[in-house]
Structure formats: C-alpha cells, structure tokens
C-alpha cells in the first residue's frame, strides 16, 4: 500500500464505523427509528414545494438556510422524504469522526487522533444526539470541525466563508462557535486581531438571525428556557469511560499538545452546563467533543504503557486492565442507548395519523397532544398546534385552568379562542388534552374531533 493509500485508511474505517452505528437503529426498528424532532424536518420535505429556499417550518427556520438548501436540492432528486432526510443525516454523522481526526492529528498524533475519531463515532451521547435527530446540529458541527482545521492552517478566505456557512445552519452551534471564538481572542494573543475580525462576521449574522424561531415558545409556556435532551447526571453516566480516560491526560497535561481551538471550543462548551445557560441541555453534544479529544489522549498514553517485555513489572497489566474498562464502560453505554430508545411511533400509528390528516381541510388548525406533535407535523399538511408549542399561543397557566374546569362554558370559551376551523385529533384518551370533552366537539373518526362549539 502506498503512503496515499495508507492515510485513506485511517479516514476509511472512521467514516464506516461512523456508517455502521448510525444505521443500527434502523436494520433494529425499521424505517422510523428516530425520535422526537424527525417530524419538524420532515415536514419540510413533504410540504409543497413553491421555492429555493421553500418557505420555512417549525425547526428549519430562517437560521437555518444552508440546511433547507441541502433538503431542497435532494428533493429537487424526487428521493423520498425518508431516503433524503436520513441519508443526508447519517452521512453527516459518518463526516464528524473524519473531520476531527484530521483537525486533531497535527497535534495529538495519527494514533490518538484516531482513537478521537472512534470515540465518537461510538459516542454513547453522539448516538443519544443522533436518535433525538439533531440534524441541524450534525450539519453545523461538520462546519465547525472544518473551521478549525482552516484556523490551524491560517487559510483565512475559507476560514471566512465558514464563518458564514456556521451562522446560516444552525443558531446555537453558531452561538457556541461564537463563543469560541470569544475564548479563542485571549487564548491565541498573537492572533487576537485575526479571531477578532471573525468574531464581529458571526455576530453580525447571528444578530441579524436572531428573529428566526424555533418550535416550542419558552414564553409561551411560562418556563424557564430548556430543552430536550441530557441532563448533568445523565451526562456523566453516559460519558464515565470519557471522565476516566481524560482524567488520566490531566495527570499528565504537561505533555497534552493541545490545540488552542480545542482549548477554547472545551471552555466554550463547559460554560453553558456549568452555569446552566438557556438550552444547555443541547450543549452536552458540543461538551462530549471536547471530552473525547482529551479522552483520546490519555488512552493513547495509557495503550504507550502496555508493554509486556519486563516481566517482572505488573503495571503493564494494570494499564491493560484500565484500558478494558474504558472500552467495556464506553461500548456498554452505547449498546444501553441503542436498545434503550426505540421508535416512539409505530410504522401502524403513523399510518394512522396520515389518515387523519386527510379528513382535515387545508387551512384548518389541528390540535394534539406536545408528544404526538412533531408526527402530526411529519405525517400531515395541517397546521399543529400543542399545548405550549406551534400555533399555540396560551401560557401554561391557562392550559391548567383549562384541564381543571368543569364548567362547559368556561370549556368552550376556551377552544373558541382558537383559530377556526378547529380539529382536536389523539391516538391516545381525548381527556389528556380536552377535558370532558364538551359535546359540541363532533366526532369526524375515533381519533379526531371537530369544534362546533358556539
């Protein structure tokens, strides 16, 4: 094999390994594996399609131009939503392993590179990420890598048309990039003018973006703003053979080539869970990153120590031991995670809901439940509303007032405030989402109500 060759291998067993995890979910639980937000995106591939970019939807909003943009050109292929939606997505995933290894290698070594690129291909919270179908975040996160890449290379013109490619897909990896590069002006003081000029580009934009909404109104609910996915405890049980591996590098910073990007990508990231900042919740996928890379190096100095030449020595052995651990605990999250989120719909139920759809006029509002949300988006043309979400616009204090009346006046008064014509549709009990309900709501099929109340 050539030295040309040799490198591809490297990349080559990444990208498939990356490859291999990211379609288990679906040779395990068919064609809808993915959970909570599959919906949003794939609303946007279904809907009518009028425009480049097409109008926007709950998710892809206007901060997410590029995304559209990619979703709009495989559509314009006549792949089908599914085709075009997850194999863009898995091929993102299968990209991020590869672009950290070779952002990484300059620095840690080919080996612990490497190693760097199978952690998180086999990262427990990256596979965590994957099932919540964070697209925007994968698509995001493939820029940033290669923003990186071109900083520690000094290429300024891409490193600036980066700076706008991350601004355009996706708010909080901008934010987070933002943030970075904030941390990089005093980590890399002879090039704080330079960092400086990036940093006024992606603020500029993400100003200028900041309207771009997402799907759930913290406001609109009356909570604090948060979001759906890891919390600290959950992180550090997923992440314990990370936590082990790279506290074995911190015994040994002084020997960690650690690029200043990573040094201040780590700060950046730690800082929104540490001082719980809105959605920090979302910001342990960036967190689990930096980890790995520190993770990759203490394992690759511990596999340094195994050598069974001194027999007299037990601390090979030991080293061995160690290294099994971090193995077993990081595959064993992984296959906990892959046999622990399983589809929250069924292909049947999904069915279901598509049918439901059909019954609903064009320009009707169609209530539902906040956890069948995202498939009544994904699996109909109609207008969604959910309690706090979508076309809602009520406080979480007047949906309780709401649940807890008796009265039907009172209950009437209430759908009434809705836009009409008004759909209340379930799989599950009508009473979790309209108390009563009152009898004015006529029944169209067993899974949908309409509102005639007057």
Request: with cysteine.
């Amino acid at each position: 094999m050539g030295i040309r060759g040799s490198r591809m291998v490297a990349p080559f067993l990444l990208a498939f390994s990356a490859l291999a995890v990211h379609l288990l979910p679906f040779l395990l639980y068919g064609v809808q594996p993915l959970g909570y937000d599959t919906g949003f995106y794939r609303r946007y591939l279904i809907q009518p399609f009028v425009s480049i970019p097409n109008p926007v939807v709950p998710g892809l909003g206007a901060d997410a131009l590029l995304p559209r943009l990619v979703l709009d050109t495989l559509r314009i292929l006549n792949l089908s939503p599914e085709v075009a939606l997850y194999g863009s997505y898995i091929l993102f995933f299968s990209l991020l392993p590869v672009l950290l290894y070779h952002w990484l290698k300059p620095h840690h070594g080919a080996h612990a590179a490497l190693i760097a690129g199978l952690l998180l291909a086999l990262s427990p919270v990256g596979y965590t990420a994957f099932w919540y179908m964070l697209y925007k975040n994968a698509f995001a996160l493939c820029f940033i890598f290669l923003a990186f890449i071109a900083y520690e290379r000094r290429l300024l013109w891409p490193l600036l048309a980066l700076d706008v490619a991350i601004a355009l897909s996706h708010k909080t990896s901008a934010i987070i990039y933002l943030a970075t590069l904030c941390v990089l002006v005093l980590v890399d003081r002879t090039r704080w003018k330079e960092v400086a000029l990036h940093v006024g580009i992606v603020a500029l934009l993400v100003l200028l973006l900041a309207s771009g909404g997402g799907s759930i109104s913290p406001q609109t609910l009356g909570t604090s703003a948060v979001a759906v996915f890891l919390e600290w405890h959950e992180h550090i049980v997923l992440s314990a053979a990370l936590i082990i591996a790279a506290a074995y590098a911190a015994a040994h910073w002084r020997t960690i080539p650690v690029p200043k990007t990573l040094l201040a990508f780590a700060l950046a990231s730690f800082a929104f869970p540490i001082f719980h900042l809105p959605f920090y919740q979302r910001i342990f996928v960036f967190t689990d990153i930096a980890l790995i890379a520190f993770a990759a190096y203490g394992i690759n100095l511990i596999v340094s120590k195994i050598g069974f030449d001194d027999e007299t020595s037990y601390a090979p052995y030991g080293y061995f031991v160690l290294l099994c651990v971090i193995g077993g605990l990081h595959l064993g999250n992984l296959q906990s995670q892959v046999v622990q989120l399983q589809p929250l719909q069924s292909s049947e139920r999904l069915a279901q809901i598509a049918a439901i759809g059909s019954l609903v006029p064009p320009e009707a509002l169609l209530l539902t439940t906040n956890a069948e949300a995202p498939w009544y988006e994904g699996w109909t043309l109609s207008h969604i509303a959910a309690p706090g979400m979508l076309r809602d616009t009520h406080n979480f204090d007047t949906w309780v007032k709401f649940w807890e009346s008796t009265s039907t006046p009172e209950q009437i008064a209430f759908l009434n405030t809705f836009p009409k014509p008004l759909y209340v549709s379930t799989l599950g009990d009508f009473t979790e989402l309209v108390s009563g309900p009152p009898p004015c709501l006529t029944k169209v099929s067993p899974n949908l109500l309409r509102n005639d109340c007057r």
